[in-house]
């Protein structure tokens, strides 16, 4: 069994920054990539970005040049930086673990969510 636990939501004004942190655990070989997905009610989640284990990157247009996935192997923890936060950002976001090797077969994960709101 794997879990994703994630942490760092809240309200924040826009303009400014939330950190969201997500880490991996349980029993596992390797894991391909991992990233963030947006869900806001009556709309389908949509991925925000990801990012391999080798470091290659992918956003959504709409948060290029304001939001910065990282991750930390190690600690198979992945991160998003989130800055100059707008109104329409608010939403769940969900963690994604994606490709995970386990001992009976290769599987995603999602997280419980954490909610974002932008507002003033």
């Known amino acids: 069994q794997v879990q994703l636990v994630e942490s760092g939501g809240g309200l924040v004004q826009p303009g400014g920054s939330l950190r969201l942190s997500c880490r991996a655990s349980g029993s596992f070989f390797s894991i391909r990539a991992m990233g963030w997905y947006r869900q806001t009610p009556g709309k389908q989640r949509e991925l925000v970005a990801t990012?391999?284990?080798?470091?290659?990157?992918n956003y959504v247009d709409s948060v290029k040049g304001r939001f910065t996935i990282s991750n930390d192997n190690g600690k198979n923890t992945v991160y998003l930086q989130m800055n100059s936060l707008k109104p329409e950002d608010t939403a769940v976001y969900y963690c994604?673990?994606?490709?995970?090797?386990?001992?009976?077969?290769?599987?995603?994960?999602w997280g419980q969510g954490t909610q974002v709101t932008v507002s003033s």
């Open positions: 994604n673990a994606d490709w995970v090797m386990t001992p009976k077969g290769k599987y995603d994960y």
């Open positions: 990012i391999t284990t080798d470091g290659i990157t």
